[in-house]
């Protein structure tokens, strides 16, 4: 059971933090240190490479964490208390500092814009936003311990690939939600009205739950902090993103690109393709393998060109022996390595059993059922690749192929063969590649602040939804998308496939077309939505929102 914390009703009093999993040790330490050069003259500030740097808002650590304490530690930093951390002004959200900085700003904005607006007109006392902050630091704390004992692979690479597949095969339209019913027809008002207020009270219920099991019975009883932090989160955050434009086609094309050239940008950050080339070509031409630029060559063109033929060979023999090794290399020290990691059915078991005892309902409840472990080689995943690919459709040889050699490294026969199984080499030798280059502590920073940033654009609430995109603006997001995936896949695929880059833009077009119909993207939101809640917090999948008030002694 979740332990309330002991505060008096005026200052924040945080708890000691763990240890943080990176390698900064305090929030504050990217702001404690000023430059001299913060006053710059005149006719620096009309630059205009300045001014185009000012329009963009500042997302660094040392920007994020003096808007953090602006807002949050307003009464601490008027006492001359500047040069105390953060991470001791404000009770610890999780046990890293560089996710609590993310998660402060957040919690920021929303208290800027949602809490201040009206209770600064009331009174200056920072009481109630302290009380706030506490309640969410309690929900926030207990999160990441039921994050820490789920299996987060099967969650991510088969129960969610496993929605996002049956979005693609239009399942919502045998199945909708019960939160989206009745359809919203443009032609009946009313069904339109009814659908919202059946999605606003889905939103409630959803966020009552999971306070009900996160909070501790001290502040699940405060039915006015209950009824505020319920109604932020459940119509500021959820209805603002899943309820607004976040479900939108065209910003999902525009998120899908803006995810792609950021992954280009980190792969290639020195070197373009060109530069590569044409670096490529005068070391060839220094070695003599290449006729040099502007160097008018007598020599016959057939002798030229079977020494530029025999010259490309060599090099692409070379680069593919060297990709060869390399990859063999990777793949032995993966080998060795699976076999000294501990075995998921061992870790799996340990997790079952501690699930039950972190909730402050835990005496009331059943536990959870136990978790079935499945291979990885046969999570949803690789389904949803050949689904999105259209495998059966276009090479069904080849998906044959791969479901056969699937099925066997699963369920051979022979034990010697089944090195796909559950603990079996394959499937450690997958499980290692996912903890040592999937670190979710360090991937959740920098994709907190770019939720932050998306949903809060300048660190406010993002204005009044615009009209809506025509066509043929949507067309040309969609286009957009289309090329900058294009640009990501390496050639080698599209000379195999035959196709010509407008081809395969023209299909990458018509796969995009999932997503076009923000009503059905609700439903897949919703979905993923209820799924990660319901393995985080096992007891909503068991009992409504009464039972759970009612097990905690509070009456609704």
Known sequence: MTQPLLRPPTTLQPRPKANATSSSSSIASHIAVKTPQQSRAPSENRNP?????????????????????????SQHTSGGNE????????????????????LYAIIAVVVKELVYSWYGKITPDQTFVEEVVQIIAHCTRALEGRLRKIDLEQLMLDEIPELIENHILVYHELSPHPALSPIPDPQAEKSIGQQSKNEA?????????ALAVLLPTEDLENACLRTLVTDVLAESILGNSIG???????FIWTSISKLVDAVKAHMNPRATGQEIEVDTRSRLEKFGLLSERGHDDTRPTMTRGRRTALAEVFWRVIQYGYLTIISLQFVIVGLFTASTTPRRSSSSSSMSGRMATDSPIAQSAEA?????????????????????LDLSFRMPWLSGSLALLQH?????????????????????????????????????????????????????????SPAPRTPEQQ??????????????????????????????VKEVELELDVWSDAYLNKHLAYQILEAVVVRVLHEMGEKGVKELMEARGIDT
């Open 49 to 73: 490479a300045s001014t185009r740097q000012s329009l963009t808002p500042d997302v660094s650590d040392k920007a994020t964490a003096a808007f953090v304490r602006r807002v949050l530690c």
């Open 83 to 102: 040069a105390r951390p953060i991470d001791e002004l404000l009770p610890p959200l999780t046990s890293s500092n560089e996710v609590d900085l993310q």
């Open 201 to 209: 009270a889905y939103r409630q219920l959803l966020v009552q739950g």
């Open 244 to 250: 607004g434009r976040v479900c939108e086609g065209w």
């Open 368 to 388: 959870p059922a136990a978790i079935v472990l499945r291979p990885l080689l046969g999570f949803r995943v690789f389904s949803l690749l050949s689904t999105v």
């Open 408 to 464: 066997h490294l699963i369920s051979s026969p022979l034990v010697l063969l089944r090195v796909g199984a559950v603990d079996g080499l394959f499937d450690q030798y997958l499980h290692s590649l996912l903890t040592n280059y999937l670190h979710i502590p360090s991937l959740l920073p920098p994709l907190l602040s770019t939720t932050r940033t998306t949903l809060f654009p300048r660190n406010a609430l993002p204005p009044p």
């Open 475 to 504: 067309q040309e997001i969609k286009h957009h998308c289309a090329e900058t995936l294009v640009s990501f896949i390496p050639n080698i695929i599209t000379r195999l496939a035959s196709l010509s880059t407008e081809e395969v």
